[in-house]
């Protein structure tokens, strides 16, 4: 299951030009050009001075993610090469800008939490919903796949926990073994929905890789028809 790849608009990010390596380089380049961004980025190691220095350092680590395991570069590589709007078994691909968030989950993404004295049964209560897709009449009928970008953590890709418990703390996790990331999640919309229709999914169940867990331990989608 493929970490975030899309910016704000929807689109899907370059991480071969952010990594400056070519899209055949092998793991020891890109591990090579994950250390330099990390350093050039971090707060305590930055070499140059930036506002959003968070954000990059998230892109960095999303895009070495993708790039270090074969499995979701090869899947990364068919959606940036290829720009699909139907998937390999002929489901429409929803745009992310039909996929609405409620307010609070839209909080978490940016933070990469839950805000504090928030929980989940008061999204619920709030919003009805912790996510809606809106789909067309066409989509209702014969079914569609949507991807969903949710908050997650993950082990440190560089330390890999290692640093967590002695005196010498990584710099990218700062010690604490694991980071906030953000991966996305596939849902598949099935034919035949209408406007009552909900897809509440167990988040328990859903790894997006080994060092990877969602924070939710459950998500409802609510969909409704343009």
């Known amino acids: 299951m493929l970490p975030s790849c899309y910016d704000k608009n929807g689109n ?25 961004l990390i350093k050039r980025y971090h ?16 892109l960095i680590i999303r895009g070495y993610r993708i790039l270090i395991d074969d ?3 090869i899947e990364y590589d068919r959606l940036l090469f290829s720009n699909r709007k139907i998937d390999s078994r002929g489901y429409a691909i929803i745009s992310k800008k039909r996929v609405k968030y409620s307010a609070t989950l839209s909080e978490m993404l940016k933070a990469r ?21 809106l789909v067309t009449p066409l989509e209702a009928r014969k079914g569609a796949v949507a991807y969903i ?17 002695v005196q010498a703390k990584c710099y990218v996790c700062n010690g604490v073994g694991r980071i906030h990331t ?45």
Request: charged share 30%; proline share 6%.
């Open 149 to 165: 970008e949710l908050p997650a953590r993950m082990t440190c890709p560089l330390c890999r926990g290692s640093h967590s418990k």
């Open 113 to 133: 939490l839950m805000p504090r004295g928030m929980k989940r049964k008061d999204i619920i209560f709030n919003f009805g919903q912790d996510i809606e897709i």
């Open 182 to 226: 953000s991966s996305q999640l596939e849902v598949h919309i099935p034919p035949h929905v209408d406007d009552s229709t909900y897809i509440d999914v167990d988040m328990m169940k859903i790894r997006p890789d080994k060092l990877t867990s969602f924070n939710l331990k459950n998500l409802r989608i609510k969909i409704t028809i343009l």
């Open 71 to 73: 499995d979701l570069r």
């Open 43 to 58: 707060p305590d190691t930055a070499t140059i001075k930036a506002d959003n220095i968070t954000e990059k350092l998230d």
């Open 12 to 36: 899907i990010i370059d991480f071969y030009t952010i990594f400056n390596i070519s899209n055949t380089a092998e793991p020891g380049e890109i591990k090579s050009a994950f250390r330099t």
